[in-house]
């Protein structure tokens, strides 16, 4: 399923483009994206820690923005991640579930698996809503 919002594909982070982020659905309760373990692991082979936090602040932090659009976009203010099982290849798949959509604050917990569908790592992350500034021409968001 590929259920995205049409402005999607012009908003980038050079950070999600490196580690190829890529969200198949997506809106303010509920966002999905996937990622390779290869080339975002770190030196012993798994996944990296660091690359499962940019998964879960990526997927909430773009609910966020579609929970506030256009007049307000989410920042992430508390990020924790939980590393259950490693992945050593394929590819880990989040998935972002609305906890708590408020005009200043929205959470979210995002549920990470592996290829064979286990969960490597579950995260939180809290957004601050703030007013939103022009990322691309003609549009608030």
Not at 15 to 23: H, M, S
Not at 79 to 90: I, M, P, Q, Y
Not at 128 to 134: H, K, V
């Amino acid at each position: 399923m590929n259920s995205t919002p049409d402005w999607l594909s012009d908003v980038h982070s050079p950070l999600d483009d490196k580690l190829d982020v890529e969200i198949t659905e997506l809106s303010a309760e509920r966002a999905v994206g996937s990622m390779p373990v290869a080339g975002n692991q770190q030196p012993f082979g798994l996944l990296h820690g660091g690359a499962s936090g940019v998964l879960v602040e990526t997927l909430a932090s773009m609910c966020a923005m579609v929970h506030g659009y256009p007049e307000r976009v989410g920042v992430g203010v508390d990020l924790n991640v939980t590393h259950v099982r490693g992945a050593r290849s394929g590819r880990v798949t989040g998935t972002a579930t609305a906890l708590h959509l408020g005009r200043s604050i929205a959470t979210y917990r995002v549920d990470i698996v592996d290829d064979a569908g286990r969960l490597t790592a579950t995260g939180r992350l809290t957004c601050n809503m703030i007013p939103a500034r022009p990322v691309f021409p003609d549009t608030t968001v």
